[in-house]
């Protein structure tokens, strides 16, 4: 049995959003327990809306919440009661396996580290995206968590993005690729320029040299390394890009009776080729390299998202991703910085 802490109180339509995706990942898999961590009167008033197996659901009081306009590192140590901070102490303690938050993302980044703790040798942990692509999907990170990096950092950006796209995703020996501005191996800033040798030199990767912004919607790459601040300015054209085309297909297919009626004829296979490129069935962003899982869903997510991101849990534990990671981080060369 697999043990979750879910923050019910993150997220834009938490707690009845969260409960319900809660809900529905119990439903879906008789290998986990959940743990609500919330305010538990508004958890229980959502909860008893649904049918489930009640005896692998159960709540942790936690009084306070931690907003999003909050400042991370102050809101960590003064709300010790809040769900975010109570969750990971669960986890921290051993009581549960992973945690899972669509609250702010700098209080979850900054509690991950301070609460559940890197791995050794882990300089800094990175948030990593799984993104639609027209192969299936790729893993983008750093996508939010260390907007200043070095080169030693996306070295282990890339090696834990490697562990976890062929452990968990099943890519064998998955493609690694640098964010630059041109595929020639001398382009891009200083940054890159430094990083790439050290990639190329790396035994225990599959490192294919840059990556074009352009090529990634086409699968250039499984594991897509950057520092943060690239990263996300890539996620979230990402999904602004995917948010208007999918609104103008529909203004298109609405815009008269002759459109109307082949949207009818199109709609199976139109509504088939849109669900490849949905981010939300493959759950949360991973916070890879700390002692326990954490995982950061997006704070507009619905149940769906929030039932995958609990589900994806389960394969990083049964895969031992963190033991894994701990290994990489022993390959002959590599410095092993303490925490």
Do not use: W
Not at 6 to 30: L, N, T, Y
Not at 61 to 73: L, Q
Not at 141 to 155: C, E, K, Q
Not at 184 to 194: F, I, Q, R
Request: glycine share 10%; hydrophobic share 40%; proline share 4%.
């Amino acid at each position: 049995m697999v043990k979750i802490v879910v923050d019910a109180m993150g997220g834009d339509h938490a707690p009845g959003e969260i409960v319900k995706g809660a809900v529905d990942a119990v439903s879906r898999r008789d290998d986990i327990e959940v743990i609500l961590v919330g305010r538990q009167d508004a958890v229980e008033k959502e909860l008893d809306k649904c049918s489930c197996p009640k005896d692998r659901i159960r709540i942790v009081h936690a009084s306070e919440v931690i907003e999003t306009e909050e400042p991370p590192v102050n809101a960590i140590r003064t709300k010790k009661d809040s769900s975010i901070v109570v969750g990971m102490n669960l986890v921290k303690n051993g009581e549960a396996d992973a945690f899972v938050s669509a609250g702010s993302s700098g209080a979850v980044l900054v509690g991950g580290q301070v609460i559940v703790g890197r791995i050794k040798g882990v300089e800094r942990p990175p948030f990593g995206a799984l993104i639609p692509t027209e192969k299936g999907v790729s893993l983008l990170l750093d996508s939010g968590a260390n907007v200043d990096a070095r080169p030693s950092h996306l070295v282990q950006f890339a090696r834990m993005g490697s562990i976890y796209m062929e452990h968990v995703i099943g890519i064998s020996r998955p493609r690694v690729g640098i964010v630059n501005v041109g595929a020639e191996e001398e382009k891009g800033n200083a940054l890159v320029k430094e990083t790439f040798p050290l990639l190329k030199a790396c035994d225990d990767i599959h490192f294919t040299g840059s990556i074009e912004a352009r090529e990634i919607p086409h699968g250039g790459a499984d594991v897509i390394i950057c520092e943060a601040f690239t990263g996300n300015v890539i996620l979230k054209m990402y999904e602004g890009v995917a948010s208007v085309l999918v609104d103008k297909l529909k203004e298109g297919l609405m815009s008269s009776m002759r459109s109307k009626l082949g949207a009818l004829l199109i709609m199976p296979a139109l509504k088939k080729t849109m669900k490849s490129f949905d981010a939300s069935q493959y759950g949360g962003a991973p916070l890879l390299g700390l002692r326990g899982l954490v995982v950061k869903t997006h704070g507009s997510s619905k149940a769906i998202e929030v039932s995958n991101s609990i589900i994806q849990c389960v394969t990083f534990k049964e895969q031992e991703i963190n033991e894994k990671i701990k290994a990489s981080l022993l390959v002959p060369g590599k410095s092993a910085n303490q925490e």
